[in-house]
């Protein structure tokens, strides 16, 4: 479910040389321009639904904006991309929540281990209070959330079989730079190292880390089956995120214009929801025909190892009672 117009314009009211050749999408005669920064390929949901809400954003305003989307990471890494929407220089992205907790502590409720169950469980948490809650948040620091998708779920990805968390201790593990996930790895034994998506390939194959964590579609996407190819079906977290615009090029809009924007975002975010799904199935089949391996384990150790997190990290997400209240929906 979108946020509403009324919700979008509430929470809004007090926010303030690439490697490859960008996709521009332009219409005919002058328009406004987005910068969009998408960290993976012109065939990739993340890139791919940006193409749905131009077409969207095309066919109810007409020649209005002129779309530059740019792949491949060429504007940076989610926190490079995340300043630059800060400062209103890049217009529009895809974020995890993860990589937006640093700007808000309280979005790391959606990574808490073993909190969520399944899809539809994320789905009716990000749609109700909760969500709400956050995107009135991330839109004062200069995030506008104009709608939810889901990235799936993270497994450990790692170079050798890993079956308990006991087998994790020493390990060197990249990690997102988020004290949730630092304190998760630690809790195993490992040594979280905080580095950024983009460099994560090199550190892996040069043995700077030895494990780190992901979604599926994502292992597929930067081709991390080369050099960590044991995918470990831990299922901890499910990795939520954001259709993200900068505050400056929101409030530039008219109210007709955010009502747009906010309907082909959800359009859009639909689609890489359905998009994320098959490209789980495309990764792990690339994975295994390159010698990978996904392993299924018993997550009952590792469930209890999290518990620790939760403890840990409840007063900054809103309490306990929070979390058991998301627990229980």
């Excluded at 639909?270 to 392993?295: N, P, W």
């Amino acid at each position: 479910m979108a946020m509403t117009r009324r919700d979008l314009i509430r929470a809004t009211s007090t926010a303030t040389p690439l490697l490859f050749a960008p996709t521009i999408l332009r219409p005919a005669r002058a328009a406004q321009r987005l910068t969009v920064a998408s960290l993976l390929g012109p065939d990739k949901p993340e890139t791919k639904i940006w193409h749905v809400i131009h077409d969207r954003i095309e066919q109810e305003l007409p020649g209005q904006f002129a779309f530059n989307i740019v792949p491949n990471a060429a504007l940076g890494g989610e926190k490079d991309v995340a300043e630059g929407i800060r400062l209103g220089s890049i217009q529009a992205s895809l974020f995890t929540t993860s990589a937006l907790s640093a700007w808000v502590p309280e979005a790391q409720i959606l990574d808490l281990p073993f909190l969520f169950r399944d899809a539809g469980h994320v789905a009716r948490t990000v749609e109700g209070a909760t969500g709400t809650a956050l995107q009135a948040r991330l839109a004062n620091q200069g995030f506008v959330a104009v709608d939810w998708v889901n990235y799936g779920a993270r497994h450990l990805l790692a170079k050798k079989e890993i079956a308990t968390p006991a087998q994790l201790a020493g390990k060197r593990m990249r990690v997102i730079q988020s004290p949730l996930h630092t304190e998760l790895w630690k809790a195993y034994g490992a040594v979280p190292t905080a580095i950024p998506i983009t460099e994560t390939y090199n550190a892996l194959s040069t043995g700077v880390v030895d494990a780190m964590d992901l979604t599926k579609a994502a292992y597929g996407g930067f081709k991390l089956y080369e050099v960590v190819p044991w995918l470990i079906e831990t299922q901890h977290i499910w990795a939520s995120g954001v259709v993200c615009l900068s505050g400056q090029f929101w409030q530039g809009l008219t109210s007709e214009q955010q009502a747009i924007f906010a309907r082909a975002a959800n359009e859009g975010a639909r689609q890489f929801d359905a998009l994320i799904v098959d490209e789980e199935g495309k990764a792990v089949a690339a994975a295994t025909a390159a010698g990978g391996h996904v392993a299924s384990i018993d997550r009952t150790p590792w469930q209890d190892g999290a518990c620790k997190v939760w403890a840990m990290l409840a007063d900054r997400v809103g309490g306990m009672e929070a979390i058991e209240h998301i627990q229980a929906a």
